[in-house]
C-alpha cells in the first residue's frame, strides 16, 4: 500500500503534467491557426496564373515558416522582461492550484477514518484515547475535536467556543492559500492591459518620429506586444479566476460540514459543567 505523502506527490505530478498538456494544446492550436490566415492573405493579392502559382508557393512557404516561428514571434513580441513576468506567473499559479487540490482534498478536511474511530472511542468512553486520537490526526477534523475535548473539563460552552476559534483559524489558513489564487486572477489581465498601452505608445511613437509615411512592420512590433500580453494576461486569469471559485465553493463547503460534524459528536457532552 503507498503511503500518503507519495499518493499526495503523485497526484501533484499528475496535476502539473495535465496544465502543461493544456498549455502546449493552446500553443498548438496558436500555431495552426495563424498560418492558415496568413495563407489566405496571400492567396488574395495574387494576380494572374503566373502570379497566383508563385503567391501559392510563396503563402505555403510562408505558413511553413509561420507554423515553426509562432512561439518565437510571441517571445520576441513579449520580451523579457513581460515574458519572465507571466512565467513567473504561470508556475506559480500551478503550484498554488495543485497545493489547494492537495490541501482541500475530504482526506485532508473530514477523514471518514477519524470520525468512525473517534466516535466509537466515545461510545466506549474512552475519552483519552479519542483526544488522543484527534491531536494526533493532523486534519482540520481533528484540530477542532481534540481543541474541544481539550477544554471539556472547564465545561461545555467553553468546549464550543474553543472548537470555533481554532475552526475559524483553520478556515484562515485555507482561504489564505486560496487568496494567492484570486490575486493572480487580479494580476494578470492587469498586466496584459500595461503591456497593450505600452504596445500602443511604441506604435504612435513610431509614427511620431517618423518623417514620412511608416512601414507596417515597424508598427507591427508595438501591436505584437499589446496584443500578446492581452492574450498571456487573459489566458493565466481565466482558469485561475475559475479555479479559485471553485475551490472556494468546495472548501466553505467542507468547513459547514466540519461544524456540522464536530457539534454532533460532542453534542453528548451538553450536560458537562451544568448544575
Not at 175 to 181: F, N, T, V
Amino acid at each position: 500500500m503507498p503511503s500518503r505523502p507519495f499518493l499526495e506527490m503523485l497526484r501533484a505530478a499528475i496535476c502539473s503534467l495535465l496544465m502543461f498538456t493544456l498549455a502546449i494544446s493552446a500553443i498548438t492550436i496558436i500555431q495552426n491557426t495563424h498560418p492558415s490566415i496568413a495563407t489566405a492573405q496571400d492567396k488574395g493579392k495574387a494576380k494572374g496564373g503566373e502570379a497566383k502559382d508563385a503567391g501559392g508557393g510563396d503563402a505555403a512557404d510562408t505558413g511553413t515558416k509561420e507554423e515553426g516561428s509562432v512561439l518565437a514571434w510571441m517571445f520576441d513580441a513579449l520580451g523579457p522582461g513581460y515574458s519572465l513576468i507571466f512565467l513567473g506567473m504561470s508556475f506559480t499559479f500551478v503550484a498554488l492550484l495543485v497545493m489547494n487540490l492537495i490541501t482541500a482534498r475530504r482526506e485532508n478536511v473530514v477523514p471518514a477514518n477519524l470520525v468512525e474511530s473517534f466516535e466509537a472511542h466515545l461510545n466506549e468512553k474512552k475519552y483519552q484515547e479519542a483526544y488522543d486520537l484527534a491531536k494526533s490526526d493532523d486534519s482540520f477534523l481533528g484540530q477542532v475535536l481534540s481543541a474541544g475535548l481539550g477544554k471539556l473539563s472547564a465545561g461545555y460552552a467553553q468546549a464550543i467556543e474553543a472548537m470555533q476559534e481554532v475552526g475559524e483559524e483553520e478556515n484562515m489558513k485555507l482561504e489564505h492559500r486560496l487568496s494567492y489564487m484570486a490575486l493572480i486572477g487580479t494580476i494578470s489581465p492587469m498586466l496584459g492591459l500595461f503591456g497593450t498601452v505600452h504596445g500602443m505608445i511604441a506604435s504612435f511613437r513610431v509614427i511620431a518620429n517618423s518623417d514620412s509615411t511608416p512601414k507596417a512592420q515597424d508598427l507591427a512590433v508595438g501591436i505584437s506586444t499589446a496584443l500578446f500580453t492581452t492574450l498571456v494576461g487573459l489566458a493565466i486569469a481565466i482558469p485561475a479566476i475559475a479555479a479559485y471559485n471553485i475551490l472556494r465553493n468546495r472548501v466553505s463547503r467542507l468547513v459547514l460540514e466540519v461544524g456540522i460534524l464536530s457539534e454532533g459528536l460532542m453534542g453528548r457532552f451538553q450536560t458537562v459543567g451544568k448544575k
